[in-house]
């Protein structure tokens, strides 16, 4: 969604611009392949922690093609000095980059930088002229003539989301993407899926969380505007599924109650959707859910994390309770819709029991669908800070590859609490939960499951047993 909003962005200012993702082109063309069919003068990467490392390696190539290279997204924004290091890295952007990526675009027509050749046949990074107004754009990293890297004044948060033209969503090549998720596991495998953002940043500050790009502001659109993008996705692009990707979608719940009604009264709940990410349970109410029920919705997303209240409150600072999400789970399934349901183990002051309630818990709410997932400290977050301070992790011998909510492996042990104990305590749950006699016999009856066998059998023998290695 943030290439698509760039996208977005960059054709209302009227610039030729596509989106290339690697997944959907996988076995259709690399991106070595689609630099050399046709020249990229400017290539912009957007990157999340764990794929900073392969976000270098685009850039090098497209660095290697001719192109001005310009990195932006969750990661850059919080470490932007590490990628401007970088020589294949020309540009950063942090933040939110609508106004930036056009900002950029028209100071390129006037000074496309220079590249100061020595006798290094190596890549050399661009440098830019400061005279032509480089350090007037708010958000932006840059090299100077000197090569000296310059850090402009962050960008203010976008006040007005209306303002802001819609994500390109008919430059993905939709008819490759499989479902809005597997890690949700769509409604449908073949899906026409897409995703909306309603409302940007999240008031909340549980110490996992890293919110680089929207931040604890939260920020809605109106629900004109949003039902204007959602027609789109229905009418004009033929969606069979639409995803709410935001960070807390139901913050404000009049709001929330009042999209559902705008989209019974457009006719748009003819369209299943899901909510992607966790809703918070402490904004919810009975007739929210029977709202989004008529309303289209399928399944609906908690952010449960903890079946104790002392981790919640005074570790991840949730600002919720296991009873508040008792009573939300109960509330949408009698609503009629499926739930799915996020845990956390290995977080500070766990310990066996309290991994053992997170577990009690799932079994007890019963989810459709449960994710168990290591903690895992994101460069920034209150959670790295205090790794840090207790020498745990530092910059110096992290591998950013690693750091990933799905990986297999704890990311750091806790006082009296191996890595060991986190991991066998996360199969534990696994197998609890997913090999019950009722669970057995839903996952057997799925069409999917034997369409896709060898895929579920991998995942399986590495989220339940610990054999071989999850993708």
């Known amino acids: 969604m943030g290439l698509g909003y760039l996208a977005g962005a960059l054709l209302s200012a009227g610039y030729e611009t596509e989106i290339w993702d690697a997944d959907a082109e996988a076995g259709y063309e690399t991106f070595e392949e689609r630099l050399k069919r046709e020249p990229v003068p400017v290539v912009g990467i957007s990157s999340p922690t764990p794929l900073i490392v392969s976000a270098w390696r685009a850039a090098a190539t497209a660095k290697q093609a001719g192109a001005i290279t310009i990195l932006g997204g969750p990661h850059p924004t919080l470490m932007p000095h590490e990628s401007m290091e970088k020589p294949q890295v020309d540009l950063v952007v942090r933040g939110e980059a609508e106004e930036t990526i056009v900002e950029i675009m028209r100071l390129l027509e006037r000074d ?7 006798g290094d046949t190596a890549i050399q990074p661009r440098r830019f002229d400061p005279a032509a107004g480089w350090g007037d754009v708010a958000g932006l990293s840059w090299r100077d003539l000197d090569g000296e890297i310059h850090h402009n004044l962050d ?5 007005d989301l209306d303002a802001i033209p819609f994500p390109a969503h008919h430059l993905f090549k939709i008819e490759r993407y499989t479902n809005l998720n597997p890690l949700t596991d769509g409604l449908d495998p073949h899906a026409r899926a897409y995703t909306i953002v309603t409302s940007r940043g999240c008031p909340y500050k549980c110490i996992y969380c890293s919110k680089p790009i929207t931040g604890h502001t939260w920020r809605a659109r109106s629900v004109e505007n949003v039902i204007a993008e959602w027609r789109w996705l229905v009418e004009d692009l033929g969606a069979t599924e639409i995803g709410v990707t935001d960070d807390v979608w139901n913050l404000d719940l009049k709001r929330a109650k009042a999209l559902c009604r705008a989209l019974i009264a457009n006719g748009l709940n003819r369209v299943p959707w899901i909510t992607i990410h966790g809703m918070k349970v402490n904004h919810t ?6 709202l989004m029920k008529a309303a289209g919705c399928k399944r609906v997303g908690f952010g449960f994390e903890s079946g104790n209240d002392r981790i919640l409150r005074e570790v991840i600072r949730k600002a919720q309770t296991v009873d508040m999400a008792r009573q939300a789970v109960r509330w949408a399934k009698e609503a009629g819709l499926e739930t799915m349901g996020f845990f956390i183990f290995g977080m500070p002051g766990e310990t066996e029991e309290t991994m053992e309630q997170t577990i009690r818990l799932a079994l007890e709410l019963d989810p459709d669908l449960a994710h168990f997932m ?3 400290p994101y460069p920034g977050t209150e959670l790295w800070k205090m790794l840090e301070a207790q020498g ?3 910059y110096h011998d992290v591998e950013w590859g690693q750091m990933a909510i799905q990986d297999d ?3 750091f042990e806790v006082d009296g609490l191996s890595r060991e104990a986190i991991e066998r305590k996360w199969h534990e749950a696994h197998r609890r939960f997913y090999l019950r006699p009722r669970r057995i016999i839903r996952i057997v009856a799925r069409r999917d499951t034997w369409r896709r066998l060898p895929y579920y059998a991998r995942q399986a023998a590495a989220m339940l047993f610990g054999l071989g290695e999850r993708r």
């Open 112 to 118: 496309p930088g220079r590249v100061l050749h020595s």
């Open 392 to 394: 745990r992790i530092s």
């Open 409 to 411: 492996h704890a990311h």
């Open 374 to 376: 290591f903690a895992t």
């Open 155 to 159: 960008r203010p948060l976008a006040r």
């Open 285 to 290: 109410d009975p007739e929210l859910f029977r």
